[in-house]
């Protein structure tokens, strides 16, 4: 009796016995299998008689394998025995048939499995969290429609209609691949009689009848019409976009941002324009209130009736809502007055008698502009730094209409024109630059003019330092969700919130109509009388002498005091004074007015703002620069039209045509210098990144076409290991789709690190550079050797606008080769581990390298041809009115509205 041992007792008891079973499975069946080839190959005397296998008592103690081994070395390749040899490889090619249906159940059954469970195989880190949402599965559903592989998506017709080919392509693959193991039962057959050795001598014994068996089971159809080769590329772009994906959403969980930096490093410092001309604007608008209410409201001038000038927002039909003096958290009232659209504050006067006989209805609102009007620009009510900005614009009116600076400027004028019946002047002499003896000095103006400016500027600095509070900078879940496909997308942000603050910040607030008696002024002259410019634009009188009409005579009394407030803010010469603008040099000041390159020479000095947001903000500048000199190219040119049809004002023309075609030149430029910066470089990440995903889709589909050629790349019968030497790129082919996309959220990540660090140290190391090159070192020899100063040696404002754009230019030359590590990580990265494998997309030209320069090309090409249909079409309209002006008489059309003009020439 066989002993029992407790070991085996819990064996019994608690183990599945499935090994065992399984081997049993095995030797029960294919011991009768193996006597009957025996059997068979002692019929064609390949075993003899009397031999261990013939015994039915030796059963069970040799296998299929000792059968075939025993016949094969006695099989002899020659023509006498070609019974013999048909015999043996029949059963061969039988044996492995029947391997191979074991292997094809097992497949079959386990990817039908998977198929119904849906894209549950690999979890954890290989999972994606919402497939349906992923970009990448959305792309690959669309291409390949695979039902339930990439989320829960079914096929389309033409999906069914592909898989159909997909099959239909792997069948015929496979009758190639019993083709070639044909051929080589052939090649065997003739190299075993050749150097009678069984199989021949190149034949691997272990390698060869898998490599087959492996052959054919990636090339039979197994589901959906693709094969198991195919199903492997499937699950391995599955599993590596979920790794991908896993670890984007890591990287992204202690980030405030998607760059990695501070959340105050990505909002640029905007510049904002000059603020001269719209406080000389409400100077003039104070003044104008001022003299009209001491005027009406003198007794007997309308019968008592206190007449007020106030601000309003006005609208037809008949809608107005005056602006209280508490005017903080209007700005919100104002909008949804004029539902988000830009905001026009009238100052003026709603009809004060009981009867409405001043008949004011005509006016918008029912309020007549007396003073004027200004708008306040609306450019983005969703972006909080720029309606903060807007809204400290419209702050800033109202704090310059109620400024007590503002009011004794206007009282003084007042007092100083106005009859002495109509008020007196409160202002004693304690203040040398404006009392009520000596009028108003540059002096007051001058300071007047620096403090509101930095007013504004406060205004735009509170706006973005409560922008940077608010935050909001993360990557929303909204792109997290989309997964790595989509890791390119939030970088379109930086582009979309500094171009938002930059656009309000500039659009300062700007005159819509002039105070009434200096809107008549302006009318007549550009009807009778253009001999008069500069500070006498605006004297209530014709040239000759003769004096305008005016509506109402309290008009002129007011003109009066407006024209004299005009000379003496014109005398004062704001306009000329460099110590009121940003760079404190004229030509500086014109440069950047004409290329709109505010934000170029602040670019080094901030150097805690991200490089990629200081070159959005200064591509905007330029765009709305370009946008202006647009426009002005366009005035001018239709005035050069006007003139030119006017003999007397020939020369005139002339010139306006020169300085049209000047701006234009500019404008050409600009726009397509501020296109670059501004709308295509901060979609460079994007534009990289989705390219990169492109190309390992395009990866994944060629693939699907190559594997059968894979497949049949195993039928080797020499060479050592399961690849041989054909098949091996095919497998670092499947490891680089499971790879690729991982490699590139990681060149996404090296490029915008790698540009951030590199722009910091060129904005350390460039003074040097800039010295060197000039050959100045800061020292004072110069002062010793030729009297001078070493500011003397210093290269000039020129060299610092050129050197500065240098800078700007190896910047973005820096940011887009930092950029193609999102192509170059995943392409060339696995040479580390020796393959050099690369798939048709990464051999293909890279499309992106010419985005620029076709952008550069384009929108040159457009502002070009815009430019030129814009001033073609002016010089053509000023021809037509200057030739109908010229057979009318002299005379003809002038310049417009001269409150920005700052003592020019009309």
Same mark, same amino acid.
């Given at each position: 009796?066989?002993?029992?041992?407790?070991?085996?007792?819990?064996?019994?008891?608690?183990?599945?016995?499935?090994?065992?079973?399984?081997?049993?499975?095995?030797?029960?069946?294919?011991?009768?299998?193996?006597?009957?080839?025996?059997?068979?190959?002692?019929?064609?005397?390949?075993?003899?008689?009397?031999?261990?296998?013939?015994?039915?008592?030796?059963?069970?103690?040799?296998?299929?394998?000792?059968?075939?081994?025993?016949? %094969?070395?006695?099989?002899?390749?020659?023509?006498?025995?070609?019974?013999?040899?048909?015999?043996f490889f029949a059963l061969l090619i039988g044996f492995v048939i029947l391997v191979l249906q074991f292997v094809l159940l097992?497949?079959?059954?386990?990817?039908? =499995?998977?198929?119904?469970?849906?894209?549950?195989?690999?979890?954890?880190?290989?999972?994606?969290?919402?497939?349906?949402?992923?970009? %990448?599965?959305?792309?690959?559903?669309?291409?390949?429609?695979?039902?339930?592989?990439?989320?829960?998506?079914?096929?389309?017709?033409?999906?069914?209609?592909?898989?159909?080919?997909?099959? @239909?392509?792997?069948?015929?693959?496979?009758?190639?691949?019993?083709?070639?193991?044909?051929?080589?039962?052939?090649?065997?057959?003739?190299?075993?009689?050749? =150097?009678?050795?069984? @199989?021949?001598?190149?034949?691997?014994?272990?390698? %060869?009848?898998?490599?087959?068996?492996?052959?054919?089971?990636?090339?039979?159809?197994?589901?959906?019409?693709?094969?198991?080769?195919?199903?492997?590329?499937?699950?391995?772009?599955?599993?590596?976009?979920?790794?991908?994906?896993?670890?984007?959403?890591?990287?992204?969980?202690?980030?405030?941002?998607?760059?990695?930096?501070?959340?105050?490093?990505?909002?640029?410092?905007?510049?904002?324009?000059?603020?001269?001309?719209?406080?000389?604007?409400?100077?003039?608008?104070?003044?104008?209130?001022?003299?009209?209410?001491?005027?009406?409201?003198?007794?007997?001038? =309308?019968?008592?009736?206190?007449?007020?000038?106030?601000?309003?927002?006005?609208?037809?039909?008949?809608?107005?809502?005056?602006?209280?003096?508490?005017?903080?958290?209007?700005?919100?009232?104002?909008?949804?007055?004029?539902?988000?659209?830009?905001?026009?504050?009238?100052?003026?006067?709603?009809?004060?008698?009981?009867?409405?006989?001043?008949?004011?209805?005509?006016?918008?609102?029912?309020?007549?502009?007396?003073?004027?009007?200004?708008?306040?620009?609306?450019?983005?009510?969703?972006?909080?730094?720029?309606?903060?900005?807007?809204?400290?614009?419209?702050?800033?009116?109202?704090?310059?209409?109620?400024?007590?600076?503002?009011?004794?400027?206007?009282?003084?004028?007042?007092?100083?024109?106005?009859?002495?019946?109509?008020?007196?002047?409160?202002?004693?002499?304690?203040?040398?630059?404006?009392?009520?003896?000596?009028?108003?000095?540059?002096?007051?103006?001058?300071?007047?003019?620096?403090?509101?400016?930095?007013?504004?500027?406060? *205004?735009?600095?509170?706006?973005?330092?409560?922008?940077?509070?608010?935050?909001?900078?993360?990557?929303?879940?909204?792109?997290?969700?989309?997964?790595?496909?989509? %890791?390119?997308?939030?970088?379109?942000?930086?582009?979309?919130?500094?171009?938002?603050?930059?656009?309000?910040?500039?659009?300062?607030?700007?005159?819509?109509?002039?105070?009434?008696?200096?809107?008549?002024?302006?009318?007549?002259?550009?009807?009778?009388? *253009?001999?008069?410019?500069?500070?006498?634009?605006?004297?209530?009188?014709?040239?000759?002498?003769?004096?305008?009409?005016?509506?109402?005579?309290?008009?002129?009394?007011?003109?009066?005091?407006?024209?004299?407030?005009?000379?003496?803010?014109?005398?004062?010469?704001?306009?000329?004074?460099?110590?009121?603008?940003?760079?404190?040099?004229?030509?500086?000041?014109?440069?950047?007015?004409?290329?709109?390159?505010?934000?170029?020479?602040?670019?080094? *000095?901030?150097?805690?703002?991200?490089?990629?947001?200081?070159?959005?903000?200064?591509?905007?500048?330029?765009?709305?620069?370009?946008?202006?000199?647009?426009?002005?190219?366009?005035?001018?040119?239709?005035?050069?039209?006007?003139?030119?049809?006017?003999?007397?004002?020939?020369?005139?023309?002339?010139?306006?045509?020169?300085?049209?075609?000047?701006?234009?030149?500019?404008?050409?430029?600009?726009?397509?210098?501020? @296109?670059?910066?501004?709308?295509?470089?901060?979609?460079?990440?994007?534009?990289?990144?989705?390219?990169?995903?492109?190309?390992?889709?395009?990866?994944? @589909?060629?693939?699907?076409?190559?594997?059968?050629?894979?497949?049949?790349?195993?039928?080797?019968?020499?060479?050592?290991?399961?690849?041989?030497?054909?098949?091996?790129?095919?497998?670092?082919?499947?490891? *680089?789709?499971?790879?690729?996309?991982?490699?590139?959220?990681?060149?996404?990540?090296?490029?915008?690190?790698?540009?951030?660090?590199?722009?910091?140290?060129?904005?350390?190391?460039?003074?040097?550079?800039?010295?060197?090159?000039?050959?100045?070192?800061? =020292?004072?020899?110069?002062?010793?050797?030729?009297?001078?100063?070493?500011?003397?040696?210093?290269?000039?404002?020129?060299?610092?606008?050129?050197?500065?754009?240098?800078?700007?230019?190896?910047?973005?030359?820096?940011?887009?080769?930092?950029?193609?590590?999102?192509?170059?990580?995943?392409?060339?990265?696995?040479?580390?581990?020796?393959?050099?494998?690369?798939?048709?997309?990464?051999?293909?030209?890279?499309?992106?390298?010419?985005?620029?320069?076709?952008?550069?090309?384009?929108?040159?090409?457009?502002?070009?041809?815009?430019?030129?249909?814009?001033?073609?079409?002016?010089?053509?309209?000023?021809?037509?009115?200057?030739?109908?002006?010229?057979?009318?008489?002299?005379?003809?059309?002038?310049?417009?509205?001269?409150?920005?003009?700052?003592?020019?020439?009309?």
């Amino acid at each position: 009796m066989q002993e029992i041992r407790g070991k085996q007792v819990l064996a019994y008891a608690f183990m599945p016995g499935i090994v065992p079973r399984i081997r049993a499975f095995a030797e029960s069946g294919f011991g009768w299998l193996a006597f009957l080839m025996a059997a068979i190959y002692n019929a064609v005397r390949l075993l003899p008689n009397g031999h261990p296998y013939l015994d039915p008592a030796n059963r069970g103690k040799y296998g299929i394998r000792h059968v075939i081994a025993q016949a %094969a070395n006695n099989l002899k390749m020659n023509r006498s025995n070609i019974d013999q040899i048909v015999i043996f490889f029949a059963l061969l090619i039988g044996f492995v048939i029947l391997v191979l249906q074991f292997v094809l159940l097992a497949m079959g059954l386990v990817l039908q =499995t998977a198929h119904a469970a849906g894209p549950t195989f690999g979890g954890g880190m290989f999972s994606t969290p919402a497939p349906d949402n992923d970009v %990448a599965f959305i792309l690959l559903h669309t291409v390949l429609g695979v039902p339930g592989m990439f989320g829960s998506y079914g096929s389309t017709p033409f999906h069914t209609a592909m898989h159909g080919l997909f099959q @239909f392509y792997s069948l015929a693959m496979l009758i190639v691949a019993v083709i070639v193991v044909l051929y080589y039962v052939l090649v065997i057959v003739g190299e075993t009689a050749q =150097t009678g050795t069984p @199989f021949g001598k190149r034949f691997n014994h272990i390698w %060869a009848p898998i490599r087959l068996v492996v052959a054919l089971g990636l090339l039979v159809p197994i589901a959906n019409g693709l094969n198991s080769g195919q199903y492997i590329t499937l699950y391995a772009a599955k599993l590596g976009s979920g790794l991908a994906t896993n670890g984007w959403l890591l990287f992204n969980e202690s980030l405030t941002n998607g760059l990695g930096t501070s959340d105050e490093s990505l909002i640029a410092r905007p510049t904002i324009p000059d603020t001269a001309a719209i406080v000389k604007f409400m100077a003039m608008a104070r003044t104008c209130k001022e003299s009209y209410e001491r005027l009406l409201n003198n007794a007997g001038n =309308t019968g008592n009736v206190v007449f007020t000038i106030e601000p309003y927002l006005v609208k037809n039909p008949l809608i107005n809502q005056q602006i209280p003096t508490a005017s903080a958290g209007f700005y919100q009232t104002a909008l949804q007055f004029y539902k988000n659209n830009d905001i026009i504050i009238s100052f003026g006067a709603a009809d004060p008698t009981p009867g409405g006989s001043m008949n004011f209805n005509q006016n918008t609102g029912g309020i007549k502009p007396y003073c004027g009007e200004i708008v306040v620009r609306t450019n983005a009510v969703t972006q909080v730094g720029a309606l903060e900005v807007q809204e400290g614009y419209f702050n800033m009116i109202m704090f310059l209409w109620q400024n007590p600076r503002v009011a004794d400027f206007a009282e003084v004028m007042a007092y100083k024109k106005l009859p002495n019946t109509q008020g007196g002047c409160t202002l004693g002499t304690s203040n040398a630059d404006i009392n009520c003896n000596d009028g108003v000095r540059a002096a007051f103006i001058d300071q007047l003019i620096q403090d509101m400016h930095a007013q504004f500027d406060a *205004e735009v600095t509170a706006a973005r330092d409560n922008m940077i509070a608010a935050g909001g900078f993360a990557v929303p879940p909204e792109v997290l969700i989309k997964g790595w496909g989509g %890791a390119g997308i939030w970088y379109n942000k930086i582009a979309e919130m500094n171009g938002a603050l930059f656009s309000a910040a500039f659009n300062i607030p700007s005159p819509n109509r002039l105070p009434v008696p200096m809107q008549t002024i302006s009318e007549s002259r550009r009807m009778h009388d *253009e001999n008069l410019g500069g500070a006498d634009y605006f004297a209530p009188h014709q040239s000759d002498g003769h004096p305008i009409k005016f509506e109402d005579p309290n008009d002129y009394l007011v003109a009066e005091v407006l024209y004299h407030a005009y000379k003496v803010w014109g005398e004062a010469g704001v306009y000329m004074d460099s110590d009121v603008t940003p760079k404190n040099n004229i030509i500086l000041d014109t440069m950047n007015f004409l290329f709109g390159t505010n934000g170029l020479f602040s670019m080094r *000095e901030n150097k805690d703002i991200h490089p990629l947001a200081q070159l959005v903000g200064i591509g905007k500048g330029i765009v709305d620069s370009t946008v202006r000199n647009l426009f002005a190219a366009t005035m001018f040119s239709m005035g050069g039209g006007l003139f030119s049809q006017i003999p007397q004002f020939a020369g005139l023309g002339s010139f306006l045509n020169v300085a049209s075609g000047m701006l234009v030149s500019l404008a050409t430029v600009g726009l397509t210098v501020g @296109f670059i910066l501004y709308y295509v470089l901060p979609f460079l990440p994007f534009i990289y990144f989705f390219f990169a995903v492109g190309t390992w889709l395009k990866s994944v @589909f060629e693939a699907m076409v190559g594997v059968p050629l894979w497949a049949l790349a195993h039928l080797k019968i020499d060479g050592h290991g399961l690849p041989g030497d054909m098949a091996m790129s095919g497998y670092f082919m499947i490891f *680089e789709i499971f790879i690729r996309p991982i490699l590139t959220v990681f060149g996404l990540v090296a490029s915008v690190i790698i540009f951030s660090a590199m722009v910091r140290v060129l904005n350390e190391i460039f003074p040097l550079v800039t010295d060197n090159l000039t050959g100045f070192d800061g =020292t004072d020899a110069g002062a010793t050797l030729f009297g001078g100063t070493p500011l003397e040696f210093k290269r000039s404002v020129i060299d610092e606008f050129f050197f500065t754009i240098v800078y700007t230019i190896v910047v973005y030359m820096i940011g887009t080769s930092c950029f193609k590590m999102i192509d170059l990580v995943p392409k060339s990265i696995l040479r580390w581990m020796g393959s050099g494998v690369q798939g048709f997309a990464d051999a293909q030209g890279d499309a992106k390298e010419g985005l620029v320069q076709y952008a550069a090309m384009g929108g040159m090409g457009m502002s070009s041809q815009l430019a030129g249909t814009l001033t073609q079409t002016g010089n053509l309209a000023g021809k037509a009115v200057g030739t109908v002006a010229g057979n009318i008489g002299p005379g003809g059309g002038g310049p417009g509205s001269r409150i920005t003009g700052g003592g020019g020439t009309p």
